[in-house]
């Protein structure tokens, strides 16, 4: 068996698909009108109460019981580029998680919880150039040296 996407229900499929072209810099794998594709696997779906064969009522936005997570290599530019967002809701603040990575969360057009975080491997990066050799940051992060060194290989 192979898990092939993730797909989300959206108000205007035209609106999510510009939204998520153009802040993640997604790429169209698919076009089927009302359902598309991406190549990273996330598909989104206009009329989703039609293809689960739901009523409308049933489904519903802001449900906040899953996320979808990027990560970024540049994360002050990816920041700087969602501040052009004026209608972003936000869920918090940037934070900073105990294993180092900094990370924001927001919801998408259609009350999709959405998580972009630095990329693991600049953190790994980041806590080297600091002088911690590679088993310091292996405890820091909670993580075996042979995970961070594949995360790094990425």
Sequence with gaps: MNYTST????????????????????????NYGI??????GLSLQQEFDWLVNLPKEKILKYTNNIELCFEEENFNDFLKKL???????????????????RVVRFYDLDGHIIEVGES?????????????TMDEVATK?????EDLEKLRSR
């Design 7 to 30: 797909v989300l229900s959206v108000a205007d499929i035209n609106l999510a698909r510009k939204f998520y072209e153009d802040l993640f810099g997604l790429e169209l794998y698919q």
């Design 35 to 40: 359902n598309i594709s991406f190549t990273c």
């Design 83 to 101: 501040k052009e967002y004026p209608d972003i809701k936000y869920l918090g603040d940037i934070i900073e998680h105990s294993w180092g990575q």
């Design 120 to 132: 693991m491997k600049m953190v790994i990066n980041r806590f080297l150039v600091t002088g911690l």
């Design 141 to 145: 992060m909670g993580a075996s040296v």
